[in-house]
């Protein structure tokens, strides 16, 4: 029996590139399972009438951009699907960047959006907690213009919405404070309009009592597994399907290393006794 050398590191480097960049140039579609939490935050769109105004808040910036930003396509794609009116504003000043990307994409994919109409983009607003509040009282009050300098009175996918309370929902792509938290707090408990939304997969925990105890949150997106479940609802995969199957095949290949090496390992130690014992 002779002593197996080490796996050259070079193949490994080369196998992990290779198990993370196939699934994303090509489509694999491994199965997916949805969770609750995931199934009720679609629920709340499906079942939400044609016609209705939504309220669409990006607490996030480039920094969780991979994880919160595909939840936000697949239910944007989902909202506009069941003909809702988008209204979009943010609690974080990059939030207002991560809303036009997302339009943009859209329309660049084919999709026909009539901006006023089928939705629109009120910029950012410092405050937090106060906005909120503000907001739950006189949304045009403080929201006067979009980010195109229109004026909120002529603007007519605003027409009938003075108060928080006539969004039929509130869905919040959240990274931290002010984010989903503080509209739960004000949106769901003052103001009692039903809050939906996400967040990254490390702050998921910290949100979910509010979802399974409290009952203040209609389900929850938790990074960029559940962004794949919901493309899976909707029946449009995307870039959280095929970062998901690039994943996969990462974790897959990093187990077979495992069972390698250590198959490696005590074929040596048997080696090491045969030949202590020769002597």
């Known amino acids: 029996m002779k002593r197996r050398k080490p796996l050259d590191r070079r193949i490994i480097f080369l196998l992990i590139f290779l198990g993370v960049s196939l699934p994303i140039l090509i489509k694999v579609g491994l199965p997916i399972e949805?969770?609750?939490?995931?199934?009720?935050?679609y629920e709340l769109v499906e079942n939400t009438p044609a016609g209705s105004s939504v309220l669409f808040s990006f607490d996030y910036d480039p920094s969780t951009?991979?994880?919160?930003?595909?939840?936000?396509?697949?239910?944007?794609k989902h909202a506009l699907s069941k003909k809702q009116n988008i209204v979009c504003m943010a609690l974080w000043p990059m939030g207002v960047k991560m809303c036009e990307q997302i339009f943009t994409k859209l329309e660049t994919e084919g999709m026909s959006l009539e901006y006023g109409s089928d939705w629109v983009n009120m910029g950012y607003k410092a405050g937090g907690a106060i906005t909120l509040k503000a907001i739950g009282k006189d949304f045009q009050k403080v929201f006067t213009q979009d980010t195109n300098s229109t004026l909120a009175k002529d603007i007519p996918i605003l027409h009938g919405v003075d108060k928080?309370?006539?969004?039929?929902?509130?869905?919040?792509?959240?990274?931290?404070?002010?984010?989903?938290?503080?509209?739960?707090?004000i949106g769901h408990d003052m103001y009692k309009t039903p809050v939906s939304g996400g967040v990254t997969a490390v702050s998921a925990p910290s949100i979910l009592p509010y979802v399974n105890e409290q009952k203040q949150l209609t389900g929850l997106l938790g990074g960029m597994k559940a962004a794949a479940e919901y493309?899976?609802?909707?029946g449009q995969p995307g870039t959280a399907t095929k970062g998901m199957d690039a994943q996969s095949f990462a974790h897959l290949i990093i187990i077979l290393l495992i069972v390698i090496g250590n198959i490696n390992y005590f074929h040596n130690r048997k080696v090491d006794k045969?030949?202590?014992?020769a002597k």
């Open 274 to 277: 045969l030949e202590e014992a």
């Open 231 to 234: 493309e899976f609802l909707i």
């Open 34 to 41: 949805t969770t609750e939490n995931v199934e009720m935050v």
């Open 65 to 76: 951009k991979p994880e919160i930003h595909p939840q936000a396509i697949a239910v944007i």
């Open 164 to 185: 928080l309370s006539d969004f039929a929902y509130v869905m919040s792509f959240s990274a931290g404070a002010p984010g989903i938290k503080e509209w739960v707090q």
